[in-house]
């Protein structure tokens, strides 16, 4: 029974869907040479950063997810994760304290 949280696709669908959002071939080539680098399985906030890299924007993401067979709330969810993320990781460089009670 497939993982309800887990969406498949293959290299072929991925790399037609890519093509159908205008990624160029090198930008795919690293696309799927990360994937290979991470086991052919990345959480959707590092795919999110890897579709960024390859030059999509959010709204070409968006179609991406749905031709995946995702759901909007899901992909909102998703992409709001990944700006967490983001903020999460520009703070922790800007700053770096810590708070002792006493």
């Not at 906030?45 to 070409?60: P, T, V």
């Not at 899901?74 to 770096?96: F, H, P, Q, V």
Request: no cysteine.
């Amino acid at each position: 029974m497939p993982n309800p949280n887990t969406l498949t696709v293959s290299r072929i669908e991925l790399k037609r869907i890519l093509s159908s959002y205008g990624v160029a071939e090198r930008s795919m080539s690293e696309v799927f040479a990360s994937m290979e680098r991470l086991h052919r399985h990345v959480n959707i906030i590092q795919f999110i950063n890897l579709l960024e890299k390859a030059g999509l924007g959010r709204d070409r993401i968006v179609n991406v997810f749905r031709h995946m067979g995702m759901d909007d709330v899901l992909i909102g969810d998703a992409l709001n994760m990944a700006d967490e993320s983001k903020i999460n990781a520009e703070t922790g460089r800007l700053y770096k304290a810590t708070v002792e009670l006493g």
